[in-house]
C-alpha cells in the first residue's frame, strides 16, 4: 500500500528553527509536495521537490532524498504565524497525490 | 495568478435537502479538479477526480450519487450533495491542476457545510 508518515505534533519556539520530517512508501514517485495549512482555511502552495537535495526559498528549505525516501520542510527564524498544520504530499506514478495526515506546528513566544 | 474560487464559502442547510458547491479556476484553465473533504483536526480526503468532459473517479467508500460531480467546462467543476444528512458536515475543499503547469494542485478557500 501507499503510506506516507509525517510526526502528529510539533512544538516550537518563536525565532528558533524546527524540520518537519515526511517519509514515504508509495507506488512510483514524481514529486513531493509541501504545503501549510491555517485552521480553517485551504492548503496553499510551499515547495515542489523532484530531484535530491534541497531547495530553499526565503525562510523556508524543502529536502528531499529518493533513495530513502525522506524529505524534510525547515522552517527558521520562526514566527508566530507560522502555527499552521504542514502536509507533506506525494504525486505517485499515476500522478495522484498521496497526502500524509500532517504536521501541527505549535509556536510559543 | 492561479486562483481557484469556491462558492459558497459556508452553507447551512436542513437534513435531506441537497447543496451545491461550485469550484472556479479564475485565471487559468484545469481539465482536471479534485474534491475533498475534511473533518476536524484531520487531514485531507481525497473523494473524487473531476475531469472536463468526463465523469468523475470517485475513492473508495465515497457514494456517487449522493456526491454527484459536474465537470462542465474548463473553469468550473460542481459538487452536489444530496439528501444531506448531519454526518455530511464538514470542510468541502476543491482543488485545481492547471492545463499547462507542473502536477502542483490550487486550492479553493473552501466550504463548510452544516447540516442540522
Known amino acids: 500500500g501507499q503510506n506516507i508518515d509525517q510526526p502528529t505534533e510539533m512544538t516550537a519556539t518563536e525565532g528558533a528553527i524546527v524540520q518537519i520530517n515526511c517519509t514515504y512508501q508509495t507506488s512510483g514517485f514524481n514529486g513531493l509536495f509541501w504545503y501549510q495549512q491555517h485552521a480553517g482555511e485551504a492548503p496553499t502552495f510551499l515547495s515542489y521537490?523532484?530531484l535530491d537535495g534541497l531547495e530553499e526559498k526565503g525562510r523556508f528549505s524543502s529536502f528531499l532524498s529518493r533513495s530513502k525516501g525522506y524529505s524534510y520542510l525547515l522552517l527558521k527564524e520562526l514566527q508566530m504565524k507560522d502555527s499552521a498544520s504542514y502536509l507533506c504530499a506525494v504525486l505517485d506514478s499515476n500522478y495522484q497525490l498521496i497526502w500524509g495526515a500532517g504536521t501541527k506546528l505549535i509556536i510559543k513566544p | 495568478g492561479a486562483v481557484v474560487s469556491q462558492h459558497p464559502s459556508w452553507v447551512i442547510c436542513k437534513s435531506g435537502t441537497s447543496v451545491k458547491i461550485e469550484c472556479r479556476s479564475l485565471?487559468?484553465?484545469?481539465?482536471?479538479m479534485f474534491w475533498y473533504r475534511q473533518f476536524p483536526k484531520q487531514s485531507l480526503m481525497l473523494m473524487a477526480t473531476?475531469?472536463?468532459?468526463?465523469?468523475?473517479?470517485?475513492e473508495q467508500g465515497v457514494e456517487k450519487d449522493k456526491f454527484l460531480i459536474n465537470h462542465a467546462s474548463l473553469t468550473l467543476s460542481t459538487l452536489t450533495v444530496t439528501s444531506a444528512h448531519p454526518e455530511d458536515s464538514s470542510f468541502y475543499i476543491c482543488?485545481?491542476?492547471?492545463?499547462?503547469?507542473?502536477?502542483?494542485?490550487?486550492f479553493g478557500p473552501g466550504t463548510r457545510l452544516t447540516v442540522t
Open positions: 473531476s475531469n472536463e468532459g468526463s465523469k468523475a473517479t470517485y
Open positions: 521537490n523532484v
Open positions: 482543488s485545481a491542476r492547471d492545463i499547462e503547469g507542473t502536477y502542483e494542485q490550487y
Open positions: 485565471d487559468f484553465q484545469a481539465t482536471t
